[in-house]
């Protein structure tokens, strides 16, 4: 078990109605001015902006509102929310939505108390590394990507057709008002791609270089349990309150970094993904990882097989047969398959990419990344041209 420091300072408000509870929160903070950040419209039609702004009314905050985020973020809408939350002089930053949403936010709370340009803490090489951010309370509606509490942002440059990311802790939300209800009337597409991108950030922290860590290692494949059970039921009943209420507190803790205590972490997959949805921005990141996981482990199983197998006794209830490499195949392939149950896609085909694709892929991810990236096994240029070519459909 490697030393590590951990620290969780985000204040969870879980349940019904939750979000009207912003306003006397950010009254108690003393706080003066939100700027209430949000994406197309759905907060708009659903009633739950005007619910949030009407919180923050009755308690006396003032506040200015940023529409137009849009999925897999860009640096312009966070440019645009900086000059207008200097402009207005708040001190509160007020996202509501998926994790595209509450990362624009976080990009915003830092980029307002920087005087440069907010790329350059995403850039590469030489990034600017910011270390202070305004105060956030993030209200969550797709349980996904885990912001709420995350110490990471992720935002896209569409002109130098780039993803990247920062990492502090002060970019934690101080509060999340968490309401399962809002999640009712999200699509199918959503909210299993949602649950892929859960699992996935799981998977980093589970497939680690570090020797087994057991008490992370419960909580990992205790969730990964939890999440593919409820996920059934949502499959079975897409109104289910308490498969919502799970799923969204399992996005929470797979993301909050308690899988990881004590372990390093891998990310090589995610760093894979993120050049598929900046190349294409229409690929939802969930599905675009539901794809490129399982042809990262086929391609780094045998750095531990008996990882993997473990992975396919605890969370699939798969009987060893005593041939590691098979036991560990067998796992891989039933994560593909609980993907594909959810509706998630089985190949790069099915977002519209080519093998003609793969050349200017591996040259984004080795230029975003560096030419050796990963814990579990590090990639290199070869090896990600070998991981993506693996996850097209075969040719006859």
Same mark, same amino acid.
């Given at each position: 078990?490697?030393?590590?420091?951990?620290?969780? $300072?985000?204040?969870?408000?879980?349940?019904?109605?939750?979000?009207?509870?912003?306003? $006397?929160?950010?009254?108690?903070?003393?706080?003066?001015?939100?700027?209430?950040?949000?994406?197309?419209?759905?907060?708009?039609?659903?009633? =739950?902006?005007?619910?949030?702004?009407?919180? =923050?009314?009755?308690?006396?905050?003032?506040?200015?509102?940023?529409?137009?985020?849009?999925?897999?973020?860009?640096?312009?809408?966070?440019?645009?929310?900086?000059?207008?939350?200097?402009?207005?002089?708040?001190?509160?930053?007020?996202?509501?939505?998926?994790?595209?949403?509450?990362?624009?936010?976080?990009?915003?709370?830092?980029?307002?108390?920087?005087?440069?340009?907010?790329?350059?803490?995403?850039?590469?090489?030489?990034?600017?590394?910011?270390?202070?951010?305004?105060?956030?309370?993030?209200?969550?509606?797709?349980?996904?990507?885990?912001?709420?509490?995350?110490?990471?942002?992720?935002?896209?440059?569409?002109?130098?057709?780039?993803?990247?990311?920062?990492?502090?802790?002060?970019?934690?939300?101080?509060?999340?008002?968490?309401?399962?209800?809002?999640?009712?009337?999200?699509?199918?597409?959503?909210?299993?791609?949602?649950?892929?991108?859960?699992?996935? &950030?799981?998977?980093?922290?589970?497939?680690?270089?570090?020797?087994?860590?057991?008490?992370?290692?419960?909580?990992?494949?205790? =969730?990964?349990?939890?999440?593919?059970?409820?996920?059934?039921?949502?499959?079975? #009943?897409?109104?289910?309150?308490?498969?919502?209420?799970?799923?969204?507190?399992?996005?929470? =803790?797979? &993301? #909050?970094?308690?899988?990881?205590?004590?372990?390093?972490?891998?990310?090589?997959? &995610?760093?894979?993904?993120?050049?598929?949805?900046?190349?294409?921005?229409?690929?939802? &990141?969930?599905?675009?990882?539901?794809?490129?996981?399982?042809?990262?482990?086929?391609?780094?199983?045998?750095?531990?097989?008996?990882?993997?197998?473990?992975?396919?006794?605890?969370?699939?209830?798969?009987?060893?047969?005593?041939?590691?490499?098979?036991?560990?195949?067998?796992?891989?392939?039933?994560?593909?398959?609980?993907?594909?149950?959810?509706?998630?896609?089985?190949?790069?085909?099915?977002?519209?990419?080519?093998?003609?694709?793969?050349?200017?892929?591996?040259?984004?991810?080795?230029?975003?990344?560096?030419?050796?990236?990963?814990?579990?096994?590090?990639?290199?240029?070869?090896?990600?041209?070998?991981?993506?070519?693996?996850?097209?459909? $075969?040719?006859?």
């Amino acid at each position: 078990m490697n030393d590590f420091e951990w620290t969780s $300072p985000t204040q969870f408000v879980f349940g019904h109605s939750a979000e009207e509870k912003v306003g $006397p929160w950010a009254s108690k903070q003393g706080l003066r001015k939100a700027i209430v950040i949000y994406g197309q419209g759905h907060v708009i039609r659903s009633g =739950l902006l005007e619910r949030i702004c009407s919180s =923050l009314d009755a308690a006396g905050i003032a506040r200015v509102e940023l529409g137009g985020v849009r999925p897999n973020p860009e640096i312009e809408k966070v440019r645009e929310g900086i000059e207008l939350a200097k402009a207005e002089g708040v001190d509160l930053v007020v996202p509501v939505g998926g994790g595209s949403t509450i990362d624009t936010g976080k990009a915003i709370a830092a980029g307002s108390l920087y005087d440069g340009d907010a790329w350059d803490f995403f850039r590469r090489p030489d990034p600017v590394t910011p270390t202070a951010a305004l105060p956030i309370a993030a209200v969550p509606t797709l349980p996904a990507a885990g912001s709420e509490s995350s110490d990471s942002v992720v935002i896209q440059n569409d002109q130098t057709r780039t993803k990247s990311s920062f990492h502090g802790d002060f970019v934690r939300p101080r509060v999340a008002f968490m309401n399962p209800e809002l999640t009712l009337s999200l699509p199918a597409w959503q909210t299993f791609s949602g649950i892929t991108d859960m699992c996935a &950030h799981i998977f980093e922290r589970f497939f680690s270089a570090t020797k087994d860590v057991p008490v992370s290692d419960g909580i990992a494949l205790s =969730l990964l349990r939890s999440i593919r059970s409820e996920a059934n039921k949502l499959l079975a #009943n897409p109104a289910d309150y308490d498969a919502r209420a799970s799923i969204m507190w399992a996005s929470t =803790l797979a &993301h #909050n970094g308690i899988c990881a205590i004590g372990r390093s972490e891998d990310w090589a997959s &995610h760093g894979l993904e993120h050049e598929l949805s900046a190349a294409k921005p229409t690929v939802t &990141h969930g599905a675009g990882l539901a794809v490129i996981f399982p042809a990262w482990m086929r391609y780094v199983r045998k750095q531990n097989p008996a990882r993997f197998a473990l992975l396919g006794r605890e969370v699939f209830g798969l009987a060893p047969t005593g041939d590691a490499d098979s036991d560990a195949l067998a796992a891989i392939d039933q994560v593909q398959l609980f993907f594909t149950s959810l509706g998630m896609p089985r190949y790069l085909d099915e977002f519209g990419f080519t093998r003609e694709d793969v050349d200017g892929l591996v040259e984004s991810v080795a230029k975003t990344k560096g030419r050796r990236f990963g814990d579990f096994q590090k990639i290199t240029p070869e090896d990600a041209r070998a991981i993506y070519l693996s996850a097209f459909a $075969p040719q006859d």
